[in-house]
């Protein structure tokens, strides 16, 4: 089993930034594919941005150029950089990652393995 434990939320006025750590224990050789989603109350949750085990990261057009994502040498912390927030960013981060090293994966269904999020507030 791999467990997910992000860290790095608050609140932050519009324009500021912030950094998501997403740290992985257990079993993480089981783990490939690592990325984050986020979710507002009654949404479902989106994609926000992936670090494939092999390939370059992708982004959800809702945050490219906006967000940047960086991975240790071990493969086992992820982070994402949240720069020029803004108030539409303000939800629930969840870190997730998967045995697959499928690229392109951008649904929920495609990650097994979850994080219990940490939320964001971005204040206009």
């Known amino acids: 089993q791999v467990r997910l434990t992000e860290s790095g939320g608050g609140s932050v006025e519009a324009g500021q930034s912030l950094k998501l750590s997403c740290t992985a224990s257990g079993r993480t050789r089981a783990m490939n594919n690592m990325a984050w989603f986020r979710q507002t109350p009654g949404n479902e949750r989106e994609f926000v941005g992936a670090w494939p085990m092999f390939g370059d990261s992708y982004y959800s057009d809702n945050v490219k150029g906006r967000f940047v994502q960086s991975r240790d040498a071990a493969k086992t912390t992820t982070w994402l950089h949240l720069l020029g927030l803004r108030p539409e960013d303000t939800a629930t981060y969840f870190c997730?990652?998967?045995?697959?090293?499928?690229?392109?994966?951008?649904?929920?269904?495609?990650?097994?393995?979850w994080g219990q999020g940490t939320q964001v507030t971005v204040f206009p």
């Open positions: 997730a990652a998967t045995a697959s090293s499928k690229t392109g994966a951008v649904s929920v269904k495609d990650y097994e393995y």
